[in-house]
């Protein structure tokens, strides 16, 4: 069974990073991880995606804050974005991408405040 | 980006209904569309992929067709669990981009 799993800070503060970790479990072997976001009350934002290999896509609107990157030795995905603002405050959820997005983690609260 | 709408964006019925969710992309996206289920609380669960492929263990009450430029969700006979929000999603480019959800809820 594909499990996913979301972990990083709560709260982050206004122009520093956000970094969140995405441990995957379940024995896959190559495969895309996506980042989606969702803001309280809001819709779906897709962040980008980055596979095994270590190849990524990035959404344009964020790419110029966005780093991605994974340790397969640990299989685990990382997400970085900088200079934070309010309006990054969302669910973080990672999810396997493969023909669409299969199994997703439980998603992680990120709040950007002072 | 290729923007998806969907319709309606709210949809009141009752259990045992026939309810459809349209989802139309500004572009074509021939079969690069998914759909998803969101439930308060919860991640986004994968009902269709392709258009119309059911996702294993999905209840076969769920359907998906169209291709191109519009795209069709359908639940031929509502369950109580079946309330919820409802995405689409286009793969066909980047960036990936969703549609703004449809929110089922009981009549």
């Known amino acids: 069974q594909v499990q996913l799993q979301e972990s990083g800070p709560g709260l982050v503060r206004p122009s520093e990073t956000l970094s969140l970790t995405c441990s995957v479990s379940?024995?896959?072997?190559?495969?895309?991880v996506s980042w989606i976001r969702q803001p309280a009350g809001g819709g779906l934002e897709w962040i980008g995606r980055?596979?095994?290999?270590?190849?990524?896509n990035y959404n344009p609107s964020l790419m110029s804050r966005l780093t991605m990157s994974v340790d397969t030795s640990k299989n685990q995905f990382f997400l970085e974005l900088d200079s934070v603002t309010a309006a990054d405050s969302a669910i973080y959820y990672c999810?396997?991408?493969?023909?669409?997005?299969?199994?997703w983690g439980q998603g992680a609260l990120v709040i950007v405040s002072s | 980006d290729i923007q998806l709408t969907q319709s309606p964006s709210f949809l009141s019925a009752s259990v045992g209904d026939r309810v459809t969710i349209t989802c139309r992309a500004s572009q074509g996206i021939s079969s690069y569309l998914a759909w998803y289920q969101q439930k308060p609380g919860k991640a986004p669960n994968l009902l269709i992929y392709?258009?119309?492929t059911l996702q294993r263990g999905v209840p076969s009450r769920f359907s998906g067709s169209g291709s191109g430029t519009q795209f069709t969700l359908t639940i031929s006979t509502l369950q109580p669990e079946d309330f919820a929000t409802y995405y689409c999603?286009?793969?066909?480019?980047?960036?990936?981009?969703f549609g703004q959800g449809t929110r089922l809820e009981i009549k």
């Open positions: 980055i596979h095994t290999t270590g190849g990524t």
């Open positions: 999810a396997r991408d493969s023909q669409g997005l299969d199994y």
């Open positions: 999603q286009q793969l066909n480019s980047y960036p990936i981009t």
């Open positions: 379940g024995g896959i072997i190559s495969y895309y």
């Open positions: 392709g258009a119309s």
